[in-house]
């Protein structure tokens, strides 16, 4: 029979959770045969091997976790793939691979194998510790419940959460601050990892004094200025249920997030967001956001 991988060489990201390998498999009529799929580096000696899956070597039990699957092959097996879990860690590290081999199950005690194939773990962790603010947060829900939705760019030790006073100590993505209090407020989060990598995030809030309340609050990077093309990403705070937008000295136009302004002049710009709720939004607050367009 003959037998090949999909590929002669994977990659897959630390923090992927597993790979899939898959193996075809020719067998003639008539003739079945045990075989094994299987995670070992310790069958392989022979200097193509070496080459194959060079240094740095991937350890079973701290970078993946060691898998074998033996099975019966016959003219009816046509793919066997195995499915490999993939440790991630806090270490800075370069890429690191480790091999995939199915071989005849009788050639345990041998160095023989029908097909070879390497896996590259990608390290995830030499990039800085990162926080996102995720879509429209933080949000409001009626005038006194705050959701807080982040995205942390690698695993930490902890992540704390500060509204005012109140503090967070195991803060997580979905994290609700209840009865805050009319005003304007401060968000701000703190998180470090197991190489005592720090990173904060903060993102400011006004919170209404009655449920007739409407307003807006920039989130994720607010204002993006790319070339002459404007973003501006926004959410609603209290009631709002429409906004409208200005520029400058332009006529108002209805808007909803995120607003693309196009063919902006170069120069210092103005913005203005109303929001509206119709006869439910008795109070409403406008936001200005100035912005500045380069010379291109």
Avoid: W
Avoid at 107 to 112: D, I, Y
Avoid at 218 to 230: A, C, F, Q
């Amino acid at each position: 029979g003959s037998f090949a991988f999909d590929q002669a060489h994977y990659t897959v990201g630390e923090s992927a959770g597993s790979i899939t390998v898959c193996a075809n498999l020719s067998i003639p009529a008539n003739v079945s045969e045990a075989m094994t799929l299987e995670t070992d580096l310790k069958l392989f000696a022979a200097n193509e091997t070496r080459d194959l899956v060079a240094a740095p070597i991937a350890l079973a039990g701290e970078d993946y976790t060691r898998v074998s699957d033996t099975f019966t092959a016959s003219a009816s097996t046509s793919r066997r793939c195995i499915d490999i879990p993939i440790i991630d860690d806090n270490d800075r590290e370069p890429n690191e691979r480790f091999a995939v081999v199915l071989r005849v199950a009788r050639t345990l005690e041998t160095r023989e194998f029908q097909a070879l194939a390497s896996v590259e773990i990608e390290d995830d962790d030499s990039g800085p510790l990162s926080i996102s603010f995720i879509g429209n947060t933080p949000s409001v829900a009626g005038i006194n419940d705050v959701t807080v939705e982040i995205s942390l760019s690698r695993q930490t030790r902890f992540a704390t959460c500060r509204l005012g006073d109140t503090v967070v100590e195991d803060c997580f993505t979905g994290t609700v601050f209840r009865d805050v209090p009319p005003g304007r407020h401060t968000i701000r989060i703190e998180a470090m990892n197991n190489r005592q990598d720090r990173a904060t995030a903060t993102r400011k809030i006004e919170i209404g004094s009655d449920l007739s309340f409407c307003s807006s609050h920039l989130i994720n990077d607010g204002v993006t200025v790319d070339g002459n093309t404007v973003t501006v990403e926004f959410g609603s705070v209290g009631l709002a249920l429409s906004f409208s937008c200005k520029l400058d000295s332009q006529p108002s136009f209805s808007c909803t997030s995120p607003v693309v302004l196009e063919d902006v002049d170069a120069g210092l710009h103005r913005l203005r967001i109303t929001a509206g709720g119709r006869s439910l939004c008795h109070t409403m607050r406008r936001q200005s956001i100035r912005f500045i367009v380069p010379r291109q």
